[in-house]
């Protein structure tokens, strides 16, 4: 099983263009990163001068009050966003002049999303959810899919449940599914916005053993938005935000 | 990908029965409409059969509970006729073509049936006056006076439905009845075979049609004599005053009517066409009814799901990948909907349903087809618009 992940990260990344190694090139960097809403009456500085690096094989933290700009911080990385001011890199490549398309085609390749209230689609069985971001992959046949997403589901212990809905799943099971289809395209990055939010103390340490697990032994680069600092002592480093500031 | 928009729309197939169930009954409605304007423009474009230009119908009428002896009304035919401007001039009965009068009847040979057919009153001159295309056999002449059967000539479909591949001309047939038992004067003998007409109305199917001969001898009084007239081009109002005042020198009780075919023929065209426009109409109003329902529906559709168009921009899909995943789906639960109505609208070309043919009905259920995927094509055009520009880091955030 794991050699099926590692091929699929193998045949989906690109290598550095920095010419770093891959162990220590960044992953990820955001260079004074400033993202600003702006309403006719208020403007509401979400994010101030951020510059951050996220290495390849991290395990990231961030911390901080609500409102302090974590999720717009993630949504950032996750180039779902775009920063009022700054860069992003990706692999050293900046990608503020990126098309909608290229931005796309990144997010599929390269970044795999666990959210807090797991977003599965409730019509799609566990296979179908699971199977969701190689829909955007058109090369890939139905078979190829299907065999990475069973895959995927056994990494998260869930092999058993492919036929499932997600209402017949436990909250902790829902968020393995989401972790599953996170892992299933073979990103380099996994942006976790609050995973164990929604769940209770028991399941919360499930999904973070999982999120260790492969951190330590896929080596995939994780960066998890958490309130919780006991979680988040166990992660390689702890980023903290107050205000939209970076403040240690 | 469409295969993953079959497995969503049959996962959320309750949800999108309200949806199936508006396409199915606008294909219905479609179909239905659609089947009657294509038979009714076929009917349009087919010929008449025959030339109602410069024809006239001109009515003699006795007066209440009077009758005209022949002696007199051939009389006032000869004179007519010998009027400048006129052509021909033919007596026959008082279902002349466009107005609303008909007589019909079944007739039978041997183990065969003939459909309602249309049975006319005409004398020698008909054919001329009407300018009839003949395909088998002459028109009646005087040479028919001894005939010891009453000689008809036959519209093409009836020749077919009566005698098939068979020579038609000389044969004899009777009217259709059940105990056999016919009198001479309704024995009827082939003397010619003419072309479909359509003398109900512009819109109308050719109708099997069935001239029997007036004789010429014939001591019947009439109350009321119907006239065609053919006039030279250019005919008018002077022409029919002339004919009024011809007939009422030979006697002044009688009065006369003349009216242009053409117009009782755009007079009939007016009537024809107002509950075909009428449907039309009610269609188009239920399409515009449905195309609103589904545009609603789309819409809410959408606002119940931007979290799920943040996921997927997430996942990888772009702006315009959504828009298409959204008209897609509308495409597959139209294909759900149009599979059920042409399920039943496949019933009528196979049943050949109100003895119409096949071909109306396939272009119909073809026309309905493209109607219905472009209608909600177009209903789901700007709702796939809307979802292709959700913001994906707002549409995640809200959930």
Known sequence: ?248 | MLRHLFTLIWNRKRSNLLLISEIFFSFVVLFGVGAVVITTAKNYLAPHGFNYEQVWRLQVRAGQGLTMPRAELDDVLRQVKALPGVQTVALTSGNTPFIFNNNNSFFGYKDKQSPLTNVYDADDHYATAMQLQLREGRWFAPADDGSNHRPVVISQDLRESLFGNEPALGKIFTYSKPDKVTKPEDEFVVMGVVEKVRMESDFSAPISSLWKRLIPFDTTHWETANVLVRVAPGSGGLLQEKIARTVASVTRQWTTEVRVMNDERINRRRYTLVPVVGLAIIGLFLIINVALGLFGVLWYNISQRRAEIGLRRAMGATGASIGRQFLGEMMVVTTFGVLLGGLLAAQFPLLHAFDQPAQPYLLAIAAATGAVYLITALCAWQPSRLAAAIHPAVALREE
């Open chain 1, 1 to 248: 099983m794991e050699n099926l992940l590692a091929s699929t990260i193998d045949t989906n990344s690109q290598p550095p263009l920095n010419g770093a190694t891959a162990a220590t090139a960044p992953v990820l960097q955001l260079t004074n990163i400033e993202k600003v809403y702006q309403t006719a009456t208020i403007e509401t500085v979400a994010l101030n001068r951020v510059n951050l690096t996220i290495n390849r094989g991290e395990f990231v933290s961030i911390m901080g009050p609500s409102g302090c700009g974590k999720s717009t911080l993630l949504s950032l990385m996750g180039l779902l966003d775009e920063p009022t001011s700054g860069t992003i890199e990706v692999d050293g490549r900046p990608v503020q002049s990126y098309s909608d398309k290229e931005l796309a085609g990144l997010r599929n390749l390269k970044i795999g999303f666990v959210f807090q209230s797991y977003h599965l689609i409730n019509d799609l069985s566990v296979l179908d959810n699971v199977e969701l971001p190689l829909l955007y992959r058109p090369k890939l046949s139905g078979r190829e899919r299907r065999q990475r997403a069973v895959a995927a589901l056994d990494k998260v212990g869930l092999s058993a449940r492919t036929g499932h809905f997600p209402s017949q799943l436990s909250g902790g099971q829902r968020q393995r599914v989401a972790i599953a289809r996170a892992l299933v395209g073979g990103p380099e990055i996994i942006l976790a916005d609050e995973p164990t939010g929604n769940l209770d103390s028991v399941m919360g340490e499930e999904i973070m053993d999982l999120l260790l697990g492969l951190n330590k032994t896929e080596g995939v680069t994780i960066v998890m938005v958490t309130h919780d600092i006991q979680q988040a002592m166990k992660t390689g480093r702890v980023v903290r935000f107050f205000d939209g500031s970076q403040v240690g």
